[in-house]
């Protein structure tokens, strides 16, 4: 299925995942299926709701973006949705439908004088060195892929007469009265022939464009002023342009590069030659780190010759290719919703994902980031999401794309049942909240080897019925814990015995007291349980960083009941400072 009239030669990469989509459907399911994707277990009437819900929703995707020139979705979101749905359809194939482009093209439109071609999209950089060795008998050149819109431009003995958006590869809307307004598209160009034509990437001009920071939005800026009613003069001078093919031109590449230079075009500067991977990646690395004046969201290689252009077709050729960027956004279905309860009652809800690939990473857990925002959101197993990287580093949910028909219900914890005071024993419904506050204290403890499991193997033994219970366990019940064994043992002792001998200020800080770590280490000289239990309230906001607010959390904290029992054992075993 191809675009309406963003992608190039060079940078039509949906054409083939749509085209190869289609096929998809027409095989049957054992053949048609991924062999890591697994049919849903739905009954015919929730198959068919999530089926038509799907259909729906990438119906709206294409109506905006082939009718009002608007990509609501980034293409791997698209890619995937579309991908999702064709292996639904595998899956119930009573119930298949496929989604088919809106009928943009036809009337209102004209045909391109050499249609557009599309381009086999390469994921791997394996897949791009066998494209290589498969081509490694002729001349092989690179170019960005420049993220615009796609356009076709007529020259009459010289004279611009039409600009086609690329529409369907055959036939376009005639945008001819914007590119005569648009200075970096030239009118006249040096040249006597009776028809000239050249394709092209019609983009939003960028000062020093990082595409590493992320695409500015470059596309859908071109795709609007394109799109518009009325170009203002603005528009006209933030448009330019990128000619990446010249069909009836000079056999070579080299020979079509410099004769663009001559007509006014030059994209020598971005075209180079090619031969070994090392080469691809070099030139895919450097243009994705480089200050450009266009947003691009890849690379093409190219053959220098290829065939005649009466002979191309609307669909991806054997004689250029793309490798994309890794992907910047990604949809995720929703396996499973946890609620991990932090060590001061702060409830974020971590959303489990089916495996989804997000800039050469595998994402299998992504943060709500709070639980407000995943209440917001109502996220739910079966939901789809679009995920994205934050900073370039951490996954986070963009927003719900999708939302499962049948919303599935979850055990969610209440958020008032949790404060910095609540579960200080592994009571249930404490124990994820206590958990927490076993590792917190370990870490400023200066603990080793002493994660997670651990703490949970004491919890599960019922050896932890406080945070200072460990200091009564004697090493023979330690050995015998399974997993533990003699070595793990004498290490746990090891941490408990050094433990003792920490300063005030690291006990009271690994209990939770609130500011314990902001107070400097004058405030703690000579300070201990009893003294700082009889400052007052306007005691502690004269100190630096205490407000009114915080101050009373201190309080709070040393009169709590449970702090005071824990001070009372630290006493017992002699413990500084209580």
């Not at 010289?158 to 945008?175: E, Y």
């Amino acid at each position: 299925m191809a675009l309406i009239y963003r992608y190039p030669l060079a940078s039509c990469s949906h054409i083939l995942s749509r085209l190869a989509l289609i096929s998809l459907l027409a095989l049957p399911p054992s053949v048609a299926l991924s062999k890591a994707f697994e049919c849903p277990d739905w009954q015919a009437d929730r198959a068919q709701t999530e089926i038509q819900h799907l259909h729906d929703k990438i119906t709206q995707w294409d109506n905006a973006y082939y009718v009002q020139h608007q990509a609501l979705v980034d293409d791997a979101v698209y890619d995937r949705a579309r991908a999702t749905l064709a292996q639904w359809n595998g899956c119930f194939p009573a119930l298949a439908m496929a989604a088919s482009k809106p009928q943009s093209v036809g009337g209102g439109t004209v045909a391109h004088p050499v249609v557009h071609t599309g381009l086999h999209k390469l994921h791997t950089a394996d897949a791009v060195a066998d494209w290589l060795a498969a081509h490694r008998h002729g001349e092989l050149w690179i170019q960005p892929k420049v993220d615009g819109v796609a356009v076709t431009l007529v020259y009459h003995s010289g004279r611009l007469v039409r600009m086609i958006s690329r529409g369907d590869g055959s036939r376009g809307q005639d945008w001819t009265r914007h590119a005569l307004l648009i200075p970096a598209i030239r009118n006249r160009i040096p040249d006597d022939r009776a028809e000239l034509v050249l394709q092209g990437e019609v983009y939003w001009r960028f000062d020093r464009h990082i595409q590493a920071d992320g695409s500015a939005n470059g596309r859908g800026r071109a795709s609007g002023a394109m799109a518009s009613n009325t170009l203002t003069s603005r528009q006209a001078e933030s448009l330019g342009i990128f000619i990446w093919e010249w069909p009836r031109g000079p056999a070579t590449l080299p020979a079509r590069v410099r004769g663009l230079r001559q007509l006014g075009y030059d994209t020598g500067v971005y075209t180079h030659r090619v031969t070994l991977l090392a080469d691809v990646r070099q030139w895919r690395n450097s243009w994705y780190h480089a200050a450009l004046p266009f947003a691009t969201d890849g690379i093409v290689l190219k053959q220098s010759r290829r065939p005649a252009a009466a002979t191309w077709l609307p669909q991806p050729p054997g004689w250029a290719t793309a490798w994309k960027y890794p992907a910047q956004t990604a949809l995720a279905r929703v396996v499973n919703v946890e609620f991990p309860v932090g060590r001061t009652g702060k409830i974020v809800p971590v959303v489990e994902i089916a495996p989804t690939e997000l800039d050469d990473r595998e994402i299998r857990r992504v943060s709500s980031g709070s639980f407000e925002q995943w209440h917001n959101m109502d996220i739910r197993p079966g939901d789809q999401l679009r995920i994205a990287l934050a900073g370039q580093t951490i996954p986070q949910i963009v927003d719900v794309m999708l939302p499962a028909s049948l919303r599935q219900p979850l055990q969610i914890p209440d958020p008032h049942d949790y404060t910095p005071l609540t579960c200080w024993h592994p009571a249930k419904g404490c124990r994820a909240q206590f958990l927490a506050r076993t590792e917190w204290l370990g870490e400023q403890l200066g603990f080793r080897g002493i994660g997670e499991k651990r703490w949970q193997a004491l919890v599960d033994a019922d050896l932890l019925p406080d945070l200072v219970a460990w200091l009564d366990i004697p090493i023979e019940t330690l050995t015998a814990l399974p997993g533990i064994g003699a070595t793990r043992a004498q290490n746990l002792q090891r941490n408990f015995r050094a433990a003792r001998a920490r300063d005030f200020r690291d006990w009271m800080t690994a209990l939770g007291m609130p500011a314990a770590s902001r107070l400097n280490t004058e405030f703690w000289h000579g300070e201990d349980f009893a003294s700082l239990s009889a400052r007052k309230l306007d005691e502690w906001q004269q100190l630096p960083g205490i407000g009114p607010g915080r101050a009373q959390e201190i309080m709070a904290f040393l009169e709590h009941p449970e702090i005071n029992a824990l001070q009372n054992r630290l006493a017992a075993h002699g413990i500084a400072g209580f």
